[in-house]
Structure formats: structure tokens, C-alpha cells
């Protein structure tokens, strides 16, 4: 298994208060992306990273920023968190620069936004 | 634009049948990835399978066979002699394969339950 965990894994919070999402991979990937997970939609990008300090947006990155000052961490931030962003939150890392194209997920974190 | 379709949304078997998961893509690339991925009842999402899009080659793993025509623009996925174990929701997901942009898009997953 990939080494990448997320945390935390369960949180619930206000709208309004700034959430931050944290995925740690020990694999020395390049590559991290985070997903969100809702029904009815599958899965969705929101934000990825290609290096350290290297980011870029996904298709449903509004309220969203992120931040890779390490190879080993990926931040998720949503500043001012409100009730659409309640979704189960997925970490993935990826071998690109092997040419790995495949991309191993996290065990996921369920955000509540009350 | 890229798109995934699974138009099968619950599928329900009994164990040892045989069932197919069907997957349909739709892109403007010539060279691109497929994937499947399994998400059992724990949450979690397994990587089963990548398939390059120059390569149409059937593959079998175990139980497990993809069924991949370029013509249709399908991915099919199947299980043979299904097992409980199998219960979980799968997705399909398509990447191009070069330029920036490394999303999968994906479908919105087929939910199989296999009865005892």
C-alpha cells in the first residue's frame, strides 16, 4: 500500500470557521492532488501539485486553497468553510516522473459543515 | 472535454454470477489512460487497473477481465463467479496523457452488491 494518510479523518465544523486538511505521503512522490466526493457526482479535482510550492487548480477549486512548502505534505484550506463543502475528502499521490499515471488514494477525511 | 459515463447505477447479483460493469468515455485526445478503481463499503478507493489508449488488448487478472474497444469508446469491466467480496462501488476514470493537466475524470461510479 502507498504510504499516505490524511488527517483528520472525521471533522465537523461551523460555517463561516477555517478548516485546514492535511495529507502526508512518505513515498517521495511528486505529484499530490486532492478530490472531493459527493453523490451523485463521483469524484472531482480540486486542487493538485507538481512540486514543492507548485500548485494549480482543479475544476471546482473556488473557496479552496492549498499549500506544498514540503514534498511530503499537501494542504487543503478552505478559509471560511459553508454547507456545500460538507464531502468526504480525498488525498492522491502519483509516480509521474516514473511514468506511473495511476494515482493511489488516501483513506479519505468526511468533513461536516454545519 | 472529457467525459465518463457508468450508466448502470446499482447492480445486484447473487454469488457466482457473472457481471459486467459497463464504462463509456468520451474525449478528444488520441492518447489517453484508463482506469478502474474499487471503493468497498470502508471507504477507501483501490487502483484495479490502467489501460493506455494504443494498447487494446484484453487482460484478465483472477476473476477480473477488462474488455477494452477503442471503436465504442468502452471500457467494460468483468467479474466472474462474483463473491461477496466484490460488494463496493467502482469507477471509471480517463486522464489524457500529456500537456498539464493530470485530473481523472470520473464517472459516477456503478454501486454492485453481491447477495449470499
Known amino acids: 500500500d502507498a504510504g499516505i494518510t490524511q488527517s483528520p479523518r472525521h471533522k465537523v465544523t461551523e460555517t463561516g470557521t477555517p478548516v485546514t486538511l492535511r495529507c502526508h505521503q512518505t513515498?517521495?512522490?511528486?505529484?499530490m492532488y486532492w478530490y472531493r466526493q459527493d453523490p451523485g457526482h463521483g469524484l472531482r479535482l480540486i486542487h493538485y501539485?507538481?512540486?514543492?510550492?507548485?500548485?494549480d487548480k482543479g475544476e471546482v477549486s473556488d473557496g479552496y486553497s492549498v499549500s506544498r512548502s514540503k514534498t511530503e505534505d499537501f494542504l487543503l484550506t478552505l478559509e471560511s468553510a459553508t454547507s456545500s463543502q460538507t464531502s468526504v475528502y480525498f488525498c492522491?499521490?502519483?509516480?509521474?516522473?516514473?511514468?506511473?499515471?495511476?494515482?493511489?488514494f488516501g483513506p479519505g477525511t468526511r468533513l461536516t459543515v454545519l | 472535454a472529457q467525459k465518463v459515463t457508468q450508466a448502470q447505477t446499482e447492480i445486484s447479483v447473487v454469488e457466482k454470477e457473472d457481471v459486467t460493469l459497463d464504462c463509456v468515455y468520451e474525449?478528444?485526445?488520441?492518447?489517453?489512460?484508463l482506469f478502474w478503481y474499487k471503493q468497498p463499503p470502508s471507504g477507501e478507493l483501490v487502483f484495479l487497473i490502467r489501460r493506455n489508449s494504443f494498447d487494446e488488448q484484453n487482460e484478465i487478472s483472477g476473476r477480473y477481465s477488462w474488455n477494452f474497444q477503442k471503436s465504442t469508446s468502452s471500457f467494460n469491466f468483468t467479474i466472474t463467479a462474483s463473491q461477496v467480496v466484490d460488494s463496493a462501488v467502482y469507477f471509471c476514470a480517463l486522464m489524457r496523457s500529456g500537456g498539464s493537466n493530470y485530473k481523472l475524470t470520473f464517472g459516477k461510479g456503478t454501486l454492485l452488491t453481491v447477495n449470499p
Open positions: 492522491a499521490i502519483s509516480d509521474r516522473d516514473r511514468g506511473v499515471n495511476e494515482q493511489f
Open positions: 474525449t478528444r485526445d488520441t492518447t489517453y489512460y
Open positions: 513515498e517521495n512522490h511528486r505529484y
Open positions: 501539485s507538481y512540486g514543492v510550492k507548485d500548485t
